[in-house]
């Protein structure tokens, strides 16, 4: 069974639940957009995120944190032509896909390719080579999130239910929702 859901309720949802599940405000940001991109463009970043929470404690948090681990290799990318960054133990491409997209387009490549790869895949080990000036963007990508703005995406209800679970477990404090109810319209 499925059910359709709008990119942005993909977004808001796994931000909750990986605050709920010991994120700081920060990586569950970056982590519900990498998701929310591969649900996209992959798929299975929804299961990848389950994955996860399966393999216990801290690992979310680490896996969030590899995004920044992989701005440091283009650093290093950048100043040395070339570096390599391992991941250990491996991480679905769910939690780097987008990082990834920006790498390209920024001009560094990444080997081994991941176009046909889905969120759940694990990547132990990428190279990245400085490839010179950053690459235009392209339209098959943003034809996709186009389609997916549009009539939303479609994923496994089971999974859905999980993360909105999940995410009902993070509360909100009663100030910050009394702040919002005192703004003035």
Same mark, same amino acid.
């Given at each position: 069974?499925?059910?359709?859901? /709008?990119? +942005? ?5 796994? =931000?909750?639940?990986?605050?709920? =599940? ?18 996209? =463009? =992959?798929?299975?970043?929804? /299961? %990848? !995120? ?14 969030? +944190? ?44 990444? /080997? ?12 132990? +080990? ?11 963007? &392209? ?18 209800? &089971?999974? !859905? ?13 009663? %100030? ?10």
């Amino acid at each position: 069974m499925t059910v359709t859901v /709008a990119p +942005r309720e993909v977004v808001d949802l796994v =931000h909750r639940a990986s605050r709920g =599940h010991g994120c700081n405000a920060d990586l569950a940001d970056r982590l519900a957009a990498e998701i929310a991109f591969c649900e996209v =463009h =992959h798929g299975g970043g929804l /299961a %990848a !995120w389950a994955g996860l929470i399966d393999a216990g404690s801290g690992r979310l948090a680490d896996a969030a +944190r590899s995004s920044l681990r992989l701005a440091a290799a283009e650093v290093v990318a950048r100043s040395a032509g070339a570096a390599t960054i391992d991941f250990d133990p491996p991480l679905p491409l769910a939690v780097i896909a987008r990082s990834l997209r920006d790498l390209e387009r920024r001009g560094v490549r990444c /080997a081994p390719a991941t176009g046909g790869l889905t969120g759940t895949d694990l990547v132990a +080990r990428l190279d990245l080579a400085d490839g010179g000036p950053a690459t235009a963007t &392209t339209s098959r990508s943003d034809d996709r999130m186009q389609a997916a703005l549009r009539g939303g995406l479609v994923v496994d209800r &089971t999974l !859905w239910q999980r993360v909105s679970d999940a995410a009902d477990g993070f509360l909100v404090s009663e %100030a910050i929702l009394d702040a919002v109810l005192e703004t003035p319209s």
